[in-house]
């Protein structure tokens, strides 16, 4: 069993930077592929960042998100630079066992955290 507790979410103004955690226990981290999802009000929720041998990326986010991991503090970071509005969401962190899965569907996850809103304001 994993759990998984994200913070560092709030509330930026358009252009501005969030570094968001996920911090996991339960389990050695770094056996899990990690992914960040959000989901804005009145839509589905969406891939937006994962790492597992290599990192993947959202078309929407790449060149301004960073995913890392730091398997000494059991936790995965977001960075988020240069945000807009429409990054306005809740965000979520996942773990999958399956590191080679499909890393941008959210079914390949197996453990998720409470989630964290972001809110960008214009």
């Known amino acids: 069993q994993v759990q998984l507790v994200e913070s560092g979410g709030g509330l930026v103004q358009a252009g501005g930077s969030l570094r968001l955690s996920c911090a996991a226990s339960?389990?050695?981290?770094?056996?899990?592929?990690m992914g960040w999802f959000r989901q804005a009000p009145g839509k589905e929720r969406e891939f937006v960042a994962a790492i597992s041998w290599t990192t993947y990326y959202a078309d929407s986010v790449k060149g301004r998100f960073t995913i890392s991991g730091d398997n000494v503090k059991n936790t995965v970071y977001l960075q988020m630079n240069n945000l807009s509005p429409e990054d306005t969401a809740v965000y979520y962190c996942?773990?999958?066992?399956?590191?080679?899965?499909?890393?941008?569907?959210?079914?390949?996850?197996?453990?998720w955290g409470q989630g964290t809103q972001v809110t960008v304001s214009s």
């Open positions: 996942a773990a999958a066992r399956s590191r080679g899965g499909t890393l941008f569907s959210d079914g390949t996850y197996d453990y």
């Open positions: 339960g389990r050695t981290f770094s056996r899990y592929a």
